[in-house]
Antibody, heavy 119, light 108 residues
Framework: QVQLVQSGSELKKPGASVKVSCKAS????????LNWVRQAPGQGLEWMGWINTNTGNPTYAQGFTGRFVFSLDTSVSTAHLQISSLKAEDTAVYYC????????????WGQGTLVTVSS | DIQMTQSPSSLSASLGDRVTITCRASQSISTYLNWYQQKPGKAPKLLIYSASTLQRGVPSRFSGSGSGTDFTLTISSLQPEDFATFYC??????????FGQGTKLEIK
């Protein structure tokens, strides 16, 4: 069965960096793109962008350029989200989600990774 | 950017009720509209994509309709497990796939 398993919660200080991983199983990793979605505490969902798992080409939404980097390690069917120069407002749950079809829907989701930024 | 506006923001309903949630796009998005359900502490779950296609495994009491700028999600007969927050999302835009602000469905 399709599964996306994300890395565990992180507590970081402002200015530090964090890397969240998303390991896929149960399907051909390079056949489906991956979305990244952010959810701040008590807030709604924000689409951060997506990565083409075949080419490795990332696309970043407005507001997620510069400090946010999507990458892949296709040898282990894993996608990564790295955030640098962390700020308190980056505190959120970060989700990876598989793009199911040409309608770009997110059909399978990881369980989410809570990143807390606090001094 | 395309703006997505859901209404209502919250809703109280009883078991067995028929419920409709509306999502309006700031410009035409054809049928590039998805609906998700999220329960507290859990990842969102895809219910409907391309405005009206039911995702595999989702109960048939959920349905979606609309095209262009106006869309609806309908639950025909509320079950206990349906109480959650629902989000629409457009996937028509370039460089931004906006979500609605969410509709919280609570038990009356």
């Amino acid at each position: 069965q399709v599964q996306l398993v994300q890395s565990g919660s992180e507590l970081k200080k402002p200015g530090a960096s964090v890397k969240v991983s998303c390991k896929a199983s149960g399907y051909s990793f390079t056949s489906y793109a991956l979305n990244w979605v952010r959810q701040a505490p008590g807030q709604g969902l924000e689409w951060m962008g997506w990565i083409n798992t075949n080419t490795g080409n990332p696309t970043y939404a407005q507001g997620f350029t510069g400090r946010f980097v999507f990458s892949l390690d296709t040898s282990v069917s894993t996608a990564h989200l790295q955030i640098s120069s962390l700020k308190a407002e980056d505190t959120a749950v970060y989700y990876c989600a598989r793009v199911g079809s040409s309608w770009y829907e997110s059909d399978y989701w990881g369980q989410g990774t809570l990143v807390t930024v606090s001094s | 950017d395309i703006q997505m506006t859901q209404s209502p923001s919250s809703l109280s309903a009883s078991l067995g009720d028929r419920v409709t949630i509306t999502c309006r796009a700031s410009q035409s998005i054809s049928t590039y509209l998805n609906w998700y359900q999220q329960k507290p502490g859990k990842a969102p779950k895809l219910l409907i994509y391309s405005a009206s296609t039911l995702q595999r495994g989702v109960p048939s009491r959920f349905s979606g309709s609309g095209s262009g700028t106006d869309f609806t999600l309908t639950i025909s007969s509320l079950q206990p497990e349906d109480f959650a927050t629902f989000y629409c999302q457009e996937t028509y835009g370039t460089l931004m796939y906006s979500f609605g602000q969410g509709t919280k469905l609570e038990i009356k």
